[in-house]
């Protein structure tokens, strides 16, 4: 089993649409990270949390640190979105899901 | 500010062949740093992490190898690659201590033919 489990695996949507992508963990941590990959590989991180919410722009980051859950939110969705995104954790070391690759329709 | 920088991008090796990528870091000192591999469906797998010069810990028993010859620089390495160590290869540093945030090369895309 993975330490850090994402839900879907794969979202499309069209343009303008609210996107939630999910994130569960099993083991102790201190930080959750989103991480966002694009096309060519690249990654860029978006929020690290460790508890209640944060937001930028259009996204946004929530955990419950109770429940060990965490999602990532995507307000009025736009194509340049499209990307995969990752839930990472710092355990006694980084833990990575899968990714969610997300796919916005104009 | 501080950047990372990653190269080849791209890499293709015949079996048997030996690898060398590398990555440094610029504008920071003392970072934490690592190799990740990641396969198609995977999430992102430790290879080997760094706290400090010739410090090398291995997560994962294989054909790699890792160096940290200066401060800033690290390198993955194999002597002989095999076809299952084709794969997109990412650096990534953090800062010590608390708060601890990754940041990631732009990756090699490796394949072995």
């Known amino acids: 089993k993975n330490e850090v489990e994402q839900s879907p695996q794969n979202l499309t949507a069209q343009e303008g649409e609210f996107i939630t992508i999910n994130c569960s963990y099993s083991?102790?941590?201190?930080?959750l990270h989103w991480l966002q990959q694009h096309p060519g590989g690249g990654i860029v991180s978006l929020f690290m949390?460790?508890?209640g919410k944060k937001k930028h722009g259009r996204l946004i980051a929530t955990i419950n640190i109770q429940e060990k859950h965490s999602s990532l939110h995507i307000t009025a969705s736009h194509p340049r979105d499209s990307a995969v995104y990752i839930c990472?954790?710092?355990?006694?070391?980084?833990?990575f899901g899968t990714g969610t690759s997300l796919t916005v329709i104009p | 500010s501080q950047t990372i920088h990653q190269w080849p991008a791209t890499l293709v090796q015949p079996v048997g062949s030996p690898l060398s990528l590398e990555c440094t870091v610029e504008g920071t000192s003392n970072p934490n740093l690592y190799w990740y591999r990641q396969a198609a469906g995977r999430g992102l797998q430790l290879l080997f992490y760094?706290?400090?010069?010739?410090?090398i810990s291995s997560e994962v028993p294989q054909n790699l190898s890792a160096s940290r010859p200066q401060d800033r620089q690290f390198i993955l390495s194999s002597k002989k690659l095999l076809l299952s160590d084709s794969g997109f290869y990412l650096c990534?540093?953090?800062?010590?201590?608390?708060?601890?945030?990754?940041?990631f090369g732009s990756g090699t895309q490796l394949s072995v033919l």
């Open positions: 949390l460790s508890s």
């Open positions: 760094s706290v400090g010069i010739g410090q």
């Open positions: 990472a954790v710092r355990g006694n070391q980084f833990y």
């Open positions: 083991v102790g941590i201190s930080a």
């Open positions: 990534a540093w953090s800062l010590k201590g608390p708060g601890e945030k990754l940041f």
